[in-house]
């Protein structure tokens, strides 16, 4: 089964940011969540995934197809959801659908009126009536209607209720029982992505600090709150990052199962998505 | 393309606001073709069709800007080439059906008021499509350039004096000043017009190109 995408050594320089040598692969049929802090550069390499914007690189595939040389074949089988850009708000959604049969080879028209049905969207009125909701249940209906392979959501969720966001997470489950279909969601909320995500990528200041399976995080990453003696008697490279606090330190730690036979009464909890970016953002690293 | 130029027609036609002023633009101007029969008048209505004709671009400027539609539009299996294209194929749509009508309106002027004759109106006509493809490419640049609020006010100000030169030469040419009554070879003129035109519009074509590759670099 061929990867979803494969980025080999894309660099994208601004004068302020440079996104460094990023190379990564995400497998057909999985969801990777894309994490990392606001401004760490998720939605630049999105833009250069995507061809939104230019970038340098080895080699952008998506699909099997080169991004440089098979641009609108790389692009037929994709569909991207962003949060700040839309549909214009003058259309309907039926007018929307009109505009996208015109795009998309593998448009299925009456797909989209079956979403529309679903998501409870008035046909004819116009967007700029919409709530942010409706909105992107819109965008969604949309992006499945020309039978994309792979879905490539940039904060899709943001702003949504718990409520429509699980409705969300439902929509994106069900587009991922195909085997050759694949996610790629960079998000804020890391509660979501715990519920979905088979791979994290992490990207802070613009670097790419990690790619894991979302086992290997769930399985391995814990956190340790000790005082200095035993923080002293830890292995360096069993810890990813720690934080001193008034009395105690917190430690990120990275295979729990070899430290719990090392030391048997240690108090560990297992470390989540979100416990391990503040530690990689806010603690600091073993010297 | 094809989905371009139908979201940009769309903009245009499909929401009130923008239909209502093309209605409004051209009813007017029909409106003082049926009532003004003048020579003065039959010019006037013909460069204002002009005007009309390359406005397509500032409806669906306000409506992407609005939206950020570009960022969504380039993800689309369409490159940024077909994109620019697809909107320049539509300004020479405009054009045609523009023309067109200021052609109708010739044929009122000449046939049914007979104000002037045919070989008389027929440079007034000739110039304004030579206009119609000079303000469409100046448009398409501003628009692009300062977006659709200081565009606006740019093509106002671009409207404005081109109102007040079209008096200004009126009043020139009937005293003699300048034209056919001051011994010019019109037709001359006309002809080197024209390729001007054209050539405006197409370096105006390749800088919103190189402009929009650049935004999205």
């Known amino acids: ?287 | 393309m094809k989905g371009i130029i139908f979201k940009d027609l769309y903009d245009n036609f499909g929401v009130w606001k923008n239909l209502a002023s093309y209605i409004f633009c051209f009813g007017i101007i029909l409106l003082v073709s049926l009532f003004s029969r003048s020579e003065y008048f039959y010019g006037l209505m013909v460069f204002m069709t002009a005007l009309g004709g390359s406005a397509a671009i500032e409806s669906s400027t306000e409506q992407d800007e609005l939206s950020n539609f570009n960022r969504l539009l380039i993800t689309f299996p369409v490159t940024k080439t077909e994109i620019i294209r697809a909107k320049y194929i539509l300004a020479l749509c405009f054009l045609g059906v523009a023309n067109v009508f200021s052609f109708l309106i010739l044929l009122l002027y000449v046939y049914a008021y007979r104000a002037l004759t045919f070989t008389q109106a027929l440079p007034y006509w000739l110039i304004g499509v030579c206009a119609s493809l000079i303000l469409t490419a100046f448009s398409y640049v501003i628009y692009s350039v300062f977006g659709k609020r200081r565009g606006t006010i740019f093509y106002c100000i671009i409207v404005a004096l081109l109102a007040c030169a079209y008096g200004a030469l009126w009043s020139l040419s009937r005293i003699g000043m300048i034209g056919a009554a001051a011994g010019w070879n019109v037709p001359v003129i006309l002809g080197i017009s024209f390729p001007v035109s054209v050539l405006l519009f197409f370096l105006s074509y390749v800088f919103v190109m190189w402009l929009y590759k650049k935004r999205y670099a």
Request: proline letters at 2%; a negative charge.
């Open chain 1, 1 to 287: 089964m061929e990867n979803a995408i494969q980025v080999r050594n894309l660099t994208k320089k601004y004068k302020d940011f440079t996104l460094d040598n990023i190379s990564f692969t995400l497998p057909s049929g999985t969801v990777m969540g894309l994490i990392g802090e606001n401004g760490a550069g998720k939605s630049t390499l999105i833009n250069a995934i995507l061809g939104v914007s230019d970038a340098e690189y080895d080699q952008v595939a998506l699909l099997g197809h080169d991004l440089r040389t098979q641009t609108k074949l790389a692009k037929e089988d994709v569909a991207a959801i962003f949060s700040d850009s839309h549909y214009d708000y003058g259309m309907t959604p039926l007018a929307v659908g009109e505009m996208l049969s015109r795009f998309f080879r593998n448009w299925d028209q009456q797909k989209y009126l079956g979403y529309l049905k679903r998501f409870h969207l008035p046909e004819k009125k116009r967007l700029k009536k919409f709530s942010t909701g409706m909105r992107v249940k819109l965008e969604f209906a949309a992006a499945l209607s020309h039978n994309p392979k792979l879905l490539i959501l940039d904060e899709a969720t943001s702003g949504l209720d718990p409520v429509f966001r699980d409705e969300i997470l439902d929509i994106l489950r069900e587009f991922t029982e195909e085997e050759d279909h694949a996610v790629l969601m960079s998000s804020h909320i890391t509660s979501d992505l715990d519920k979905i995500a088979d791979y994290i990528a992490y990207l802070h200041e613009g670097k790419l600090l990690f790619v894991k399976t979302y086992d290997d995080i769930r399985d391995n990453y814990g956190i340790i709150t000790c005082g200095r003696q035993l923080f002293d008697a830890l292995s360096r490279d069993d810890i990813s990052a720690y934080r001193k606090e008034a009395y105690s330190y917190k430690i990120l730690v990275n295979d729990r199962a070899k430290l719990r036979r090392i030391f048997p009464d240690i108090e560990m909890v297992p470390a989540s998505v979100e416990d391990i970016m503040l530690f990689y953002v806010k603690g600091e690293k073993v010297k």
